[in-house]
T-cell receptor, first 114, second 112 residues
Framework: DAGITQSPRHKVTETGTPVTLRCHQTENHRYMYWYRQDPGHGLRLIHY???????DKGEVSDGYSVSRSKTEDFLLTLESATSSQTSVYFCAISERGGSQETQYFGPGTRLLVL | QKEVEQNSGPLSVPEGAIASLNCTYS??????FFWYRQYSGKSPELIMSIYSNGDKEDGRFTAQLNKASQYVSLLIRDSQPSDSATYLCAVNKAGGSYIPTFGRGTSLIVHP
């Protein structure tokens, strides 16, 4: 258990409303990630962070923004939710063991945009 | 062409058999390789990592890496119904940021 929690775990919202998902870690890892997972597409990286206030885009970043004001929290915001953003969202951290990094995932957030 | 390719399956094997899951990747600069297991409705769980050519064994699981042929495989011996899940292959390049690329996963069904 890498000490990752996500909130909320389930959310239903309407098209056009803003949504913020929170990822919280307890072990001071430098790297944090947001992925979405959809049938037929697998895990796709939305944004990642390599430190406080240091973030970068992944392959499917359009329509999403992130913020990391504290090491332990990484927020994902959908500024104006669309039905295409209905998905399961996973937060992850990477942990360095020796010279190698390994990624661990949070429990996920199921988002339904109506 | 996706950078990391997996057969989506489902791969169906009888209980007690060896399940063989394969993954190919396109970037020759890839240096670290991972297998995750994901049960339906759950998050991916790391089960194996491998960094050098050859085999790496952990209990009933064996990861095999062949960098020259750009493939990595996962063997599950004595398959159990509890092994039924989707298996994700992830590949990472050397140096810089740790940003692994995931395959779409292979669904494994182990039937009694």
């Amino acid at each position: 258990d890498a000490g990752i929690t996500q909130s909320p775990r389930h959310k239903v919202t309407e098209t056009g409303t803003p949504v913020t998902l929170r990822c919280h870690q307890t072990e001071n890892h430098r790297y944090m990630y947001w992925y979405r997972q959809d049938p037929g597409h697998g895990l796709r990286l939305i944004h990642y962070s390599y430190g406080v206030k240091d973030t970068d885009k992944g392959e499917v970043s359009d329509g999403y923004s992130v913020s990391r004001s504290k090491t332990e929290d990484f927020l994902l915001t959908l500024e104006s939710a669309t039905s295409s953003q209905t998905s399961v969202y996973f937060c992850a951290i990477s942990e360095r063991g020796g010279s190698q990094e390994t990624q661990y995932f949070g429990p996920g957030t199921r988002l339904l945009v109506l | 062409q996706k950078e990391v390719e997996q057969n989506s399956g489902p791969l169906s094997v009888p209980e007690g058999a060896i399940a063989s899951l394969n993954c190919t990747y396109s970037d020759r600069g890839s240096q670290s390789f991972f297998w995750y297991r994901q049960y339906s409705g759950k998050s991916p769980e790391l089960i194996m990592s491998i960094y050098s050519n050859g085999d790496k064994e952990d209990g009933r699981f064996t990861a095999q890496l062949n960098k020259a042929s750009q493939y990595v495989s996962l063997l599950i011996r004595d398959s159990q119904p509890s092994d039924s899940a989707t298996y994700l292959c992830a590949v990472n390049k050397a140096g810089g940021s740790y940003i692994p690329t995931f395959g779409r996963g292979t669904s494994l069904i182990v039937h009694p």
